[in-house]
């Protein structure tokens, strides 16, 4: 699954630089997460960045965009260019 920042998002700017895929991005009134960009920090990390810095805990994942692990690692190979 994609992330998501739900309407608690403050707009504190810690959860951008810390996406490594760009995915997240400052919207109309919050941040937004990218689905198509989003790995949850697959192929990078252990856990998902923004997650861990987001000081209010609004960034849930997506119901909307279900994705295996598996999925999200191709993701991130195609992102990255890289493969496992």
């Known amino acids: 699954m994609a992330l998501m920042i739900t309407d608690e998002c403050i ?3 810690v959860c951008e630089p810390e996406c490594p895929n760009g995915a997240i991005s400052q919207g109309d009134e919050i941040y937004v997460i990218d689905p198509d960009l989003c790995t949850e920090c697959v192929g990078h990390y252990e856990t ?4 861990e810095v987001c000081p209010v805990d609004c960034i849930p994942l997506n119901p909307d965009v279900v ?13 990255s260019g890289e493969t496992a």
């Open 11 to 13: 707009n504190c700017d």
């Open 48 to 51: 998902s960045q923004c997650v």
């Open 67 to 79: 994705e295996s692990p598996e999925e999200l690692q191709a993701k991130y190979e195609r992102l």
